[in-house]
């Protein structure tokens, strides 16, 4: 039986990738560094903050990647004031509420880009639990986050569905065991479907996604 509803924040309620990829571009550019798509979507998209310097900068100290990571978070802050909810997801939340289903965010964002983003949308009050990667140790694709949220909730994996648009996140929520929607917000739907998700959307006005949860409920 379902029970709860779970979900990614970046690229699945609003999609920010056009502001994470413009503020990257910006700071990578002072160190010399010049970004593309390609690059982007391997390198940078759904990862942590501390993977994602790791990754480009492996000789940062932890107090220099710190600094990195806050700067380039303060520039899409800065950039980002005009985010809009993904097409149909105010009346899917609506919808959500009117089941009684508990709700969950589960997101590799940082407190402040997370509360920042869910004023923005409107929808600082609407998640029964808020599960930040930071705040426990470990983010996605490990399935923790998510098995953390379940916990919080006390549901079981079976009684929850999640929507993820990046790879990092439908493998860690599937990896936790719950069945997963994929939002194609910034990743080809092919992409999606190859790594195991229940079904695809472009966004919450997907008419295949109210027929998907008819059959599940």
């Known amino acids: 039986m379902l029970k709860a509803i779970l979900f990614d924040l970046d690229g ?3 999609n920010t990738d056009p502001f994470h990829y413009q503020t990257w571009a910006n700071v990578l550019a002072t160190y010399q560094i010049t970004i593309d798509s390609s690059f982007y979507k391997t390198h940078i ?3 942590t903050n501390a993977e994602i310097v790791k990754d480009i900068f492996p000789h940062f100290s932890a107090k220099e990647g710190l600094k990195l990571a806050n700067l380039k978070e303060s520039k ?3 950039l980002a004031v005009n985010l809009e909810p993904l097409e149909g997801l105010n009346d899917f ?6 089941q009684s289903f508990k709700t969950g965010l589960v997101t590799n964002a ?17 998640f029964y639990q808020v599960i930040l990667s930071d705040e426990i140790g470990i983010g996605k694709p490990d399935p923790a986050p998510y ?3 379940l916990n919080q909730l006390n549901i079981l994996a079976e009684e929850a569905i999640a929507f993820e648009d990046s790879p990092s996140g439908i493998r860690s ?6 069945k997963t929607i994929g939002v194609a917000s910034t990743h ?3 992409i999606l479907t190859d790594l195991g998700v229940a079904l695809v959307i472009e966004d919450f006005n997907n008419s295949a996604l109210g027929a998907y949860l008819q059959k599940i409920e």
């Open 173 to 178: 929520a599937i990896a936790a065991g719950i």
């Open 188 to 190: 080809e739907p092919k």
């Open 12 to 14: 699945t309620l609003t």
């Open 93 to 98: 939340l609506y919808w959500v509420k009117k």
């Open 147 to 149: 098995q953390y949220c």
């Open 76 to 78: 899409f802050r800065e």
């Open 45 to 47: 998209s759904g990862k």
């Open 110 to 126: 940082p407190r402040e880009n997370t509360d920042f983003m869910l004023k923005m949308l409107n929808l600082s009050d609407y």
